[in-house]
């Protein structure tokens, strides 16, 4: 065999590695790409409600400038803001009728758990009630994401608790909203909050965590209306 053969053999070769590192590399995107199921993607509400306390509130900033606002404006969903100022759990508990399941909820990003630590709750009950308020929205045949505060190694116990949570109850997970912004003076208007900068960020970080399933839940409704 002449010299021109074993070069032909040696370029076979490196095509065919090539095609299989391709093959790899494709399948595992594309199972790296899916989304894992998550409860009431059929969800038929209207609205997206953001449930929290003083982040979700936007304590700090004009309400159109809230990470709820923003996210509407990014959206062009209906985007209801029930936070309130210094809630914890337990709170965002005993107003979940009236400020989310009468408002037609399609999903509700749930953000709790600050409060609970500055007052010491314990985690256990923080955890009882974000389940029980995701039984309240799943019963109501809505999805639910929840919102993690974390960053580092502040609130590092709600990061697992939440994302256990949301990977045993068909929920989205959207870790660490805060990261690079509760380290950056210029992204805060206090010490703790964010200003019209953090929320934008935040907003954003939850738009692109929830607009896939928005849009399947789109792309549902759409086929069985017709």
């Known amino acids: 065999m002449g010299k021109d053969s074993s070069l032909f053999i040696v370029h076979s070769s490196w095509i065919k590695a090539a095609n299989f590192i391709l093959a790899l590399f494709l399948f595992f995107g594309i199972i790296g790409c899916q989304k894992r199921d998550i409860k009431n993607i059929d969800s038929k509400g209207t609205n997206i ?21 923003v996210l509407a404006g990014i959206t062009q969903w209906q985007v209801i803001n029930a936070g309130v100022d210094g809630d914890t759990s337990t709170d965002g508990l005993n107003r ?24 010491k709750i314990p985690k256990t ?10 039984d309240h929205i799943h019963g109501r045949g809505s999805m639910v994401a929840l919102l993690d505060i974390s960053t580092g190694i502040l609130l590092s116990d709600y990061h697992k608790l939440l994302k256990d949570i949301a990977s045993e109850r068909g929920a989205i997970f959207i ?9 950056n003076p210029s992204m805060k208007s206090d010490f703790l909050h964010p200003n019209e900068n953090g929320y934008a960020v935040i907003a954003q970080r939850v738009y692109r965590t929830i607009i896939p399933y928005l849009n399947r839940n789109f792309t549902l409704k759409s086929i069985a209306s017709k």
Not at 49 to 69: E, N
Not at 96 to 118: A, H, M, R, S, Y
Not at 127 to 132: I, L, T
């Open 49 to 69: 409600i953001c449930f929290g306390d003083s982040i979700t509130f936007g304590y700090g900033v004009d309400p159109d400038k809230s990470y709820p606002a």
């Open 125 to 134: 009950q923080t955890a009882e009630n974000v389940n029980k308020m995701i």
């Open 96 to 119: 979940i009728n009236k400020d989310v399941l009468e408002k037609d909820p399609l999903l509700v990003v749930i953000e709790f758990g600050g409060n609970d630590f500055l007052k």
């Open 175 to 183: 870790p660490k909203i805060l990261t690079g912004i509760i380290t």
